[in-house]
């Protein structure tokens, strides 16, 4: 979802799943200063210096108005986390969408038809070892969301890209899709070219309200 501010991501919310559509200003603005987890991630190093510098920015700028700021290193199984997320997403499409490539491929994008026949080459027993290596990683987030609130990462590469053939590489995106936690990307830097840098904010899995109200406090302080 694109919104305003934070605040208006409860209007998203409340339409798709039924949450409250209005959340008193009170309360969004009661949040205390969450402890943030600075994870730079093992992609860190194919993020340009736009982005890198966002994320630093943003945690140096955050630290000063009252949030504790600690450095967060994720396991070293995570480092192969992003390749597994690539083959089960593969693997996934090529099942569900099965009908619609044998029946009706001459209608799909070439985009589409890719990923279906990248996911009919995953072979089955390396897609359950990417299973279980997610089941495990989201093991390994329980014990650091319980030494911190919310991890601030880099949401993209640096700025988007030139045209429309796409919105660029979602590297940063790939580990928290697979594990399934709730991720707000939060705009503040701008890159050399003059288009926004964000930085993303990410929250145990389930805690979608808990990362609302971080992020609403985080999004007042970040720049």
């Known amino acids: 979802w694109f919104c305003r501010e934070v605040a208006d991501i ?28 600075l994870c730079r991630t093992y992609e860190w190093d194919q993020a340009d210096e736009d982005c890198q510098a966002a994320v630093l920015a943003a ?9 504790e700021v600690v450095d967060v290193t994720l396991p ?5 986390l992003v390749e597994s997320q690539k083959r089960v997403m593969a693997q996934n499409a090529a099942r569900d969408l099965a009908f619609e490539y044998h029946q009706h ?13 990248e996911g009919q080459s995953v072979d089955f ?48 995106n790939r580990l928290w899709t697979l594990l399934g936690n709730p991720c707000v990307n939060l705009p503040g830097h701008i890159g050399g070219n003059g288009l926004p840098v964000g930085v993303q904010a990410v929250g145990a899995m389930g805690q979608d309200e808990a990362l609302l109200a971080h992020c609403r406090w985080m999004e007042q302080r970040i720049i």
């Not at 945690?59 to 949030?67: P, R, S, V, W």
């Not at 209608?107 to 990923?115: G, N, T």
């Open 76 to 80: 070293p199984s995570f480092a192969d």
């Open 125 to 172: 027993a390396i897609y359950q070892q990417d299973v279980a290596a997610t089941e495990a990683g989201r093991g390994a987030l329980h014990a650091i969301f319980d030494q911190v609130d919310v991890l601030l990462c880099p949401s993209a590469p640096g700025e988007a890209p030139k045209g429309l053939d796409g919105t660029g590489d979602p590297i940063f």
């Open 105 to 117: 491929r001459d209608r799909m994008s070439r985009h589409i038809i890719a990923l279906i026949e």
């Open 59 to 67: 945690a140096k700028n955050l630290e000063a108005a009252g949030a």
């Open 10 to 37: 409860h209007l998203m919310r409340a339409a798709l799943v039924g949450a409250p559509s209005i959340v008193p200003d009170a309360e969004l603005n009661s949040a205390q200063a969450p402890k943030i987890g």
